[in-house]
């Protein structure tokens, strides 16, 4: 069994994207940490661009889904926190440029 890495992880989560504003999760700093036990079990924290996001269960869903097809990787949890809050200072310079904040 290869150990799971991060950077598997985070380029898996790159394949969602979100449908409000069509970049993906990392891009937009929505995915806070990543860890990864000893059994490629991945547990990952991220938060959501508003609260009252009316995609917040699909796309823990997405990340879960997406995390899942990595090969080795065993379990998956996707724990949705709102602290500290996203802002738009999170997001890469691409995104930021795009949403005329760069």
């Known amino acids: 069994m290869a150990k799971v890495t991060k950077e598997q992880v985070y380029d898996a989560i790159r394949t969602v994207i979100d449908p409000e504003v069509g970049f993906n ?3 937009m700093g929505l995915i806070y ?7 490629n079990n991945v547990h990952v924290k991220m938060t959501l ?4 996001c ?3 269960q699909m796309m823990q869903q997405w ?4 995390v899942e097809k990595i090969a080795d990787v065993k379990e998956v949890t996707v ?3 709102w602290d500290p809050p996203w802002n738009i200072s999170m997001a890469s310079d691409n995104v930021k440029k ?3 904040a760069g």
Not at 33 to 39: G, K
Not at 63 to 66: L, Y
């Open 79 to 81: 724990e949705i926190v």
């Open 98 to 100: 795009a949403l005329g």
């Open 33 to 39: 940490d990543v860890d990864i036990d000893d059994e």
């Open 49 to 52: 661009s508003t609260r009252g």
């Open 25 to 27: 999760l990392v891009d």
């Open 63 to 66: 990340v879960k889904e997406a």
């Open 54 to 56: 009316p995609l917040h």
